[in-house]
Structure formats: structure tokens, C-alpha cells
T-cell receptor, first 116, second 112 residues
Framework: DGGITQSPKYLFRKEGQNVTLSCEQNLNHDAMYWYRQDPGQGLRLIYYSQIVNDFQKGDIAEGYSVSREKKESFPLTVTSAQKNPTAFYLC???????????????FGAGSRLTVL | KQEVTQIPAALSVPEGENLVLNCSFTDSAIYNLQWFRQDPGKGLTSLLLIQSSQREQTSGRLNASLDKSSGRSTLYIAASQPGDSATYLCAVNWGGGNKLTFGTGTQLKVEL
């Protein structure tokens, strides 16, 4: 079945450590996105990529980094510079590059990061 | 500032009731608007997408309407069931590129 796989589902990190969240899709989608969700808040865009080897900062990119070396993969690294990294992280993809009238987003199941 | 607001934050209804969830947005120049469902601890599932040129979209018991001039969208759920219990999120695409701005969601509980 086509879809988006995020791993790990749960992750614990000590302060000062970097951690990488995996996002893999087999939908042949061009565009991929990372969102952060905090309790009582809507999803906020961290980074997005519309094509391989290209990505742009979203609204809250500070303390995060990404790469897009393959169409299927868009890993997110939460660095030690992120002041409040404990959150639920969601990866999504869409079938086009966000042209007006864009396709529906497909989301992964999420990764919950807790900083101890 | 472009913002999306959903009120109420939580709603509890008896099974079988028809209900309306509300979404308001500050800038009427939208590309499209989407409604999503999120189950606890899970990712989002897209329910309906309304393009800026459309007034409504329907899928089964769900109907979403869009009134750009008033900056509002509603999600109508007919004959609610316990399986409809989830958080419903509204998201607006203003700038293209599928950069969505999300509301904080309405947590719905349908009771037996």
C-alpha cells in the first residue's frame, strides 16, 4: 500500500543531543513537508521541499535542519539549538509542487519526541 | 496576519445528532481550504478540500461549505456516530505551494 512512514514513533532525547526523524513515502509525490504539533496549538510548518535537492524554511525553522537527497525521503534533524523540542512531529507529502489548486496532503502517523 | 480560528475547542453530542463545526480565517484571498480528521496520537486524514472557486464539497455524511467574503467555512456532519469522535482541523492555503495554516481544531466526542 502506498503511504508515508515515519520512524521512530516515540523518541526520547537528552538535552544537548541532536536527533533525526525519518520520513519515507512511496507515493511518488514531489513535495514533502514537516509540521510540528503542540497541545492546544495548530500544526506549524517547519520545512518543506517541492523537489529533490531543494527545500525552504517554514514558519519555525530555527533549530531544525532537513535534507532531500532522494524523492522518497525527507529526514528532519532536531538540533540542540531547538529550545523546546518536545512535540509531535508530522511529515506530509503532496502530489504536485503546490501549484494553485494543489492536491490533498497525505500525512504520516507522526513521531513523538520527548526531551528528558 | 493570516490566522485560522476554530470554535469551539471541544464539543460533545449524543449519537445521531447533526452538527456543525466552524472555521474562520482572516484573509479572504485563499487558494483552497481543507478539513482534516485526527485521531488521538495519530496523523491527519484529509476529509474534504474546497477550492477558492467552490462553495461546497460533499463526501458521504460530510459537507463542507466555504464563504470567502465572510471568511468562514463549516463542516456539517450528518447523523453523527461514536466513530466520528476525533479532532477536526481546518487548514487554509493562502500562498500556494501547499503551505497550510492550521486552526487549533475542534475535539468532537459523540456519545452513545
Amino acid at each position: 500500500d502506498g503511504g508515508i512512514t515515519q520512524s521512530p514513533k516515540y523518541l526520547f532525547r537528552k538535552e544537548g543531543q541532536n536527533v533525526t526523524l525519518s520520513c519515507e513515502q512511496n507515493l511518488n509525490h514531489d513535495a514533502m513537508y514537516w509540521y510540528r504539533q503542540d497541545p492546544g496549538q495548530g500544526l506549524r510548518l517547519i520545512y518543506y521541499s517541492q523537489i529533490v535537492n531543494d527545500f525552504q524554511k517554514g514558519d519555525i525553522a530555527e533549530g531544525y535542519s532537513v535534507s532531500r537527497e532522494k524523492k522518497e525521503s525527507f529526514p528532519l534533524t532536531v538540533t540542540s539549538a531547538q529550545k523546546n523540542p518536545t512535540a509531535f512531529y508530522l511529515c506530509a507529502s503532496s502530489g504536485d509542487r503546490g501549484i494553485r489548486g494543489a492536491n490533498v496532503l497525505t500525512f504520516g502517523a507522526g513521531s513523538r519526541l520527548t526531551v528528558l | 496576519k493570516q490566522e485560522v480560528t476554530q470554535i469551539p475547542a471541544a464539543l460533545s453530542v449524543p449519537e445521531g445528532e447533526n452538527l456543525v463545526l466552524n472555521c474562520s480565517f482572516t484573509d479572504s484571498a485563499i487558494y483552497n481550504l481543507q478539513w482534516f480528521r485526527q485521531d488521538p496520537g495519530k496523523g491527519l486524514t484529509s476529509l474534504l478540500l474546497i477550492q477558492s472557486s467552490q462553495r461546497e464539497q460533499t463526501s458521504g455524511r460530510l459537507n463542507a461549505s466555504l464563504d470567502k467574503s465572510s471568511g468562514r467555512s463549516t463542516l456539517y456532519i450528518a447523523a453523527s456516530q461514536p466513530g466520528d469522535s476525533a479532532t477536526y482541523l481546518c487548514a487554509v492555503n493562502w500562498g500556494g505551494g501547499n503551505k497550510l495554516t492550521f486552526g487549533t481544531g475542534t475535539q468532537l466526542k459523540v456519545e452513545l
